[in-house]
């Protein structure tokens, strides 16, 4: 019986079922509903359904804009739109301050693996040429 139902406080559960078909766990509050089951707060819940709604996609978006730091042209970009966002106010100076630390330690650590790189390059050059000369 859904309507003698309690949890094992005593306190009594909602008696609305889920989207996916099951009993609603939540507790009954000041009724036999809980505040998201409540007809009285539909309204209230959607609204605040909405928001989350549009509060992921502006974060699915600066997700999306994200770009990618693994090369010059990328920090290029990057700084460039960082700059940009902080001229218009849509990042704070603090964050800003943060992100461009970021992009000097990023920068240093391209320039440390390509120097890597083209040392490696070098060294395998040098090799041949030792292996043809005197091999
Ligand atoms: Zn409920």
Do not use: I, N
Not at 3 to 25: D, I, K, L, V, Y
Not at 73 to 101: E, I, N
Request: charged share 25%; with cysteine.
């Amino acid at each position: 019986m859904p309507s003698t139902e309690c949890t094992a406080t005593g306190q009594p559960r909602c008696q609305a079922t889920t989207q996916a078909g099951a009993p609603c766990r939540a507790f009954a509050v000041g009724g036999p509903h809980c505040r998201m089951h409540d007809p009285r707060h539909v309204d209230a819940v959607r609204e605040a359904r909405a928001r989350g709604g549009a509060k992921a996609s502006k974060l699915r978006a600066l997700r999306a804009r994200r770009p990618h730091l693994d090369s010059p042209s990328g920090l290029v970009r990057w700084v460039a739109q960082l700059l940009g966002d902080v001229v218009d106010g849509r990042v704070a100076p603090d964050t800003a301050r943060v992100l461009f630390y970021g992009v000097g330690q990023q920068r240093a650590l391209l320039e440390t693996s390509d120097l890597e790189r083209r040392l490696a390059e070098l060294e395998a050059r040098a090799a041949q040429g030792k292996s043809r000369r005197w091999g």
